[in-house]
C-alpha cells in the first residue's frame, strides 16, 4: 500500500484533530503485508503532535512487540492455551508470533511461511469465551478475512480432549496454504528501509518520459500531486491543469472543527463583522487573520487571550452573486 505525505516545507501546517487521526488511522491499517510512505517533509521540520511527525516516527521505530519477543515468545502469550500450542508449533519447526496487533484487533497466534504465507489462529478458552462473545470474535475475524486473512480456530475444550487431533488438523491447514517450517526463532517484526529522491528534471512530453524506461515510478511520484494524472500519448506535462484547492477569501462560507469540540460549525469570513455566535468571522479577528488563505483539511492556529487554539477547516463554499 502507498501512502503520501506531501506537504511544503515553507507552509507546512500541524495535523492534530482527532477528525484527521482517523483518517491517518484508516489509511496506515489498511495495508496488510507492505506500507509505503512517500513524504515531502522529515521529522525535524514538524511539531511533535503533528500526526504526520508521528507516522514518520513510527516508519522509524515500528513496532514494540520486537522487544517483547526478545525477553521470550511464550512470556507473551495470554493464556497456557496458547503457550501450549505456540511451544507445540515451535518445536515442529514453524515461525510464529503470537499476540500480533491488526489495526485495532490483536491474534492469539500468526503462523508465517515463506512469500508472506501467513495463517492467524485464533484459541478460544471455554471460561473467556462463552455464548455472549461468540458474535464479537465471529464479527471481529469477518473484518479482518475481509482484508486477506486466513484463520483457525480451535476450543480449549477439544484441545484438552485431543490435543493431537486438533494439531494435525492445524497441520493440514498449514500444509493447505503451502506453510511450511522455516525455524522457530521469529524473525523482526518488520523491515523499514528509508530512501531519499533526489530531484529530477521534469519531463517535457510523454515520450522523452517513456524512454527513461528505468526510473517511471520514481519520476512520477516526484511531480506534485496536482500533476499525478495520466497522461495520454503526445500530451505535455505544461498541458496538465493542476488543481489547485480552494482557497478561503472573504465571503466565504466555511465548515469548521474546533478542538476539544465534536459538533461542526458553519461560519461566513466577513470584513468587519464579527459575531461568532452568529456565525460570522471578522479577518480583523486573530481565528479571521487565521482562516484567510487556508484550504480543505487544513488545520489552522491562532492565539487569543494568551491562549493557542486550533481549528480543522472542513469544507470551503464560495458564495457567488449574481448581478
Not at 512469500?115 to 464479527?139: C, F, N, Q, S, V
Not at 533526489?198 to 517535457?204: L, R
Not at 495520454?232 to 472573504?250: H, K, M, N
Amino acid at each position: 500500500m502507498l501512502l503520501s505525505m506531501v506537504e511544503c516545507p515553507l507552509t507546512k501546517t500541524s495535523k492534530t484533530m482527532p477528525a484527521m487521526r482517523q483518517r491517518f488511522n484508516v489509511a496506515m491499517s489498511r495495508a496488510r503485508d507492505r506500507l509505503y510512505v512517500f513524504h515531502s517533509v522529515t521529522e525535524d521540520m514538524l511539531k511533535p503532535d503533528d500526526l504526520k511527525a508521528e507516522v514518520l516516527a513510527h516508519m522509524r521505530h515500528p513496532m514494540e512487540q520486537g522487544e517483547r519477543e526478545k525477553a521470550g515468545l511464550e512470556a507473551v502469550t495470554e493464556s497456557p492455551f496458547e503457550a501450549e500450542v505456540l511451544s507445540r508449533l515451535l518445536l515442529m519447526g514453524y515461525r510464529v508470533r503470537p499476540q500480533v496487533e491488526v489495526g485495532s484487533y490483536r491474534i492469539d497466534l500468526v503462523v508465517e511461511g515463506r512469500d508472506d504465507r501467513r495463517l492467524a489462529i485464533e484459541l478460544d478458552g471455554d471460561r473467556y469465551h462463552g455464548p455472549e462473545k461468540w458474535a464479537e470474535d465471529t464479527a471481529r475475524q469477518r473484518v479482518l478475512e475481509r482484508v486477506g486473512w486466513r484463520f483457525w480456530r480451535c476450543w480449549g475444550s477439544s484441545f484438552a480432549l485431543d490435543p493431537e487431533g486438533c494439531m494435525a488438523d492445524l497441520v493440514r491447514a498449514l500444509e493447505s496454504m503451502g506453510i511450511e517450517p522455516i525455524g522457530g526463532e521469529a524473525p523482526p517484526n518488520v523491515w523499514t528501509e528509508f530512501r531519499t529522491i533526489g530531484e529530477a528534471p521534469v519531463e517535457t512530453s510523454w515520450s522523452t518520459a517513456q524512454k527513461a524506461q528505468d526510473v517511471p515510478t520514481v519520476a512520477a511520484m516526484e511531480h506534485p500531486p496536482a500533476l499525478q494524472r495520466i497522461l495520454q500519448p503526445g500530451r505535455s506535462l505544461d498541458a496538465v491543469e493542476p488543481e489547485i484547492p480552494l482557497t478561503i477569501a472573504v465571503g466565504d462560507r466555511i465548515q469548521i472543527q474546533i478542538l476539544g469540540e465534536s459538533r461542526v460549525r458553519t461560519v461566513v469570513l466577513t470584513a468587519d463583522k464579527h459575531d461568532p455566535d452568529l456565525g460570522f468571522i471578522s479577518v480583523k479577528h486573530p481565528s479571521g487573520r487565521a482562516l484567510l488563505g487556508a484550504t480543505e483539511d487544513e488545520e489552522i492556529e491562532f492565539e487569543l487571550n494568551g491562549q493557542e487554539k486550533r481549528w480543522m477547516v472542513l469544507r470551503v463554499e464560495k458564495v457567488v452573486t449574481l448581478q
